[in-house]
């Protein structure tokens, strides 16, 4: 049996194929290789990341943790990432490279794909779940399978309310209680996984933010106008 993709990942020679240009931080797109299986994936190094005054270096492991977030949900939203030690420029992650029309994102598949939607309301959940700072339109692809994915989550996970998004057309509604019961468990305790890759503030903050969208039960909105990254794509 063929190694599956997270063994791939996990343990399989990476070998650089090129690197992302017009990204903020180091981003090269590899080839992971274990046993005859290939995986593309794009690995961002923490000896790449730009220094920010609002997040310590280790960018890398929010990517990870927002994973392991979206898996615990059973949600399915962030492809497949893990931690290299032995990663070519050092420590970093490395995620499974989606197969997409990479012309499409968010405002275009809102538009165009209304079957869409639901799972981009949960990805709107998942955000102020995670307190992403950073979901730009080219940050939603449709999978070749089908399949929603949010990708860059390096500025998620502040102690600090950051939300900022361009998933705000389901501003206000209902959460469906399937989705509120997914996030419930979270307010009482977070994954060990999780926790470990955050500070004791970041995982309260994150509790927090769950009980707050359990109280309220709706999607939040931006009454200010300014809760958007730039650029927007």
């Known amino acids: 049996m063929p190694p599956d993709e997270l063994t791939v990942l996990q343990a399989g020679e990476i070998d650089l194929v090129g690197r992302v240009v017009d990204s903020s931080n180091a981003t090269y797109v590899v080839q992971v290789t274990l ?18 005054w609002d997040f310590d270096p280790g960018l890398y492991k929010r990517e990870r943790a927002a994973y392991l977030l979206s898996e615990h949900l059973g949600w399915h939203l962030v492809p497949t990432t893990v931690v290299r030690e032995d990663a070519p420029a050092g420590v970093g992650s490395v995620q499974r490279f989606v197969e997409a029309d990479h012309r499409q994102h ?13 799972a981009f309301r949960r990805m709107a959940l998942f955000d102020c779940v995670a307190n992403n700072t950073d979901r730009k339109s080219g940050h939603v692809l449709l999978g ?46 977070v994954p060990r ?7 004791r503030a970041e995982v309260d ?21 300014r809760r958007v990254p730039w650029p927007l794509i």
């Not at 390096?154 to 206000?172: P, S």
């Not at 996984?193 to 500070?199: G, R, V, Y």
């Open 35 to 52: 046993d005859g299986e290939q995986l593309p994936a794009v690995y961002k190094p923490q000896a790449g990341e730009r220094p920010l």
């Open 144 to 189: 070749d399978d089908g399949q929603v994915y949010g990708i860059d989550h390096g500025l998620c996970f502040a102690a600090d309310f950051k939300l900022r998004t361009v998933i705000w057309d389901f501003a206000g509604e209902e959460i469906p209680e399937q989705d509120l019961a997914s996030i419930a468990p979270l307010a009482e305790s």
């Open 193 to 199: 996984a999780l926790a470990a890759l955050l500070s």
């Open 106 to 118: 968010y405002f275009s598949l809102y538009d165009s794909r209304r079957e869409l939607h639901d």
């Open 205 to 225: 903050a994150l509790q927090l933010r769950v009980r707050r969208l359990l109280t309220t039960r709706v999607l939040p909105v931006d009454t200010t106008g």
